[in-house]
């Protein structure tokens, strides 16, 4: 069984300031997904990674893919009020998505 | 095609009753799941279904859930006999072949 571990639980910052949140695992990932959710909605996707030691940009969001592929982090540059919600990673297995329990991510106006 | 949709988004029961969830996928995709999320806890994965073929279901929680897609289009999620336990937010998924993972806004229950 897969241990996945989101850290840390909870994240509260000003808004322009910078965080940054870790999914770690005992098990080598495949691929894994990171999505955002904002309450009483669903999971939106925000990113793919596949490859070892890949760093993805989506805007002020840039995702690291740890060489060993048990890793990853997400790192939100002048994060906005916007970019609150509940920050979700999720190794890809043959057919589902196994979810950590999350980060929740509070950027105050 | 505007997404997964979800119906009701909203269910209050009262414990012992049966309710019925309902999910519409993106047309073009052949995959479809059921996913449950409590407070604070990321979405559990239930069961799921390429076209109208259930290909996974050792993970509902319970002989009370069932699920079916009859024509390999929309899907319905059934809970009998309702327990407080159940109360959770219930999401429907769909991909084409495991890709472009979308998910709907859920169907919170709240079981009294």
């Known amino acids: 069984t897969q241990l996945l571990e989101q850290s840390p639980q909870f994240l509260s910052i000003q808004e322009g300031e910078n965080l940054t949140v870790y999914c770690n695992s005992s098990s080598v990932f495949s691929s894994l997904q990171w999505y955002r959710q904002e309450p009483g909605e669903g999971p939106v996707l925000l990113v793919t990674?596949?490859?070892?030691?890949e760093v993805k940009k989506l805007k002020r969001l840039t995702f690291q893919f740890g060489d060993a592929r048990k890793d990853s982090s997400l790192h939100i540059t002048a994060a906005q009020p916007g970019d609150t919600g509940l920050y979700l990673c999720a190794p890809q297995g043959d057919y589902k998505l196994s979810f950590g329990a999350g980060t929740t991510v509070t950027v105050r106006a | 095609d505007t997404g997964v949709s979800q119906n009701p988004r909203h269910k209050i029961t009262k414990r012992g009753q049966n309710v019925t969830f309902r999910c519409d996928p993106i047309s073009e995709h052949n995959r479809l799941y059921w996913y449950r999320q409590t407070l604070g806890q990321g979405p559990e994965f239930l069961t799921y279904f390429q076209n109208e073929a259930q290909l996974e279901k050792s993970r509902l929680l319970s002989d009370r859930f069932s699920a079916e897609r009859p024509k390999g289009s929309f899907s319905t999620l059934e809970i009998q006999r309702t327990e407080q336990g159940d109360s959770a937010m219930y999401l429907c998924?769909?991909?084409?072949?495991?890709?472009?993972?979308?998910f709907g806004s859920g169907t919170r229950l709240t079981v009294v």
């Open positions: 990674v596949v490859t070892g030691g």
């Open positions: 998924a769909s991909s084409l072949e495991g890709y472009g993972y979308t």
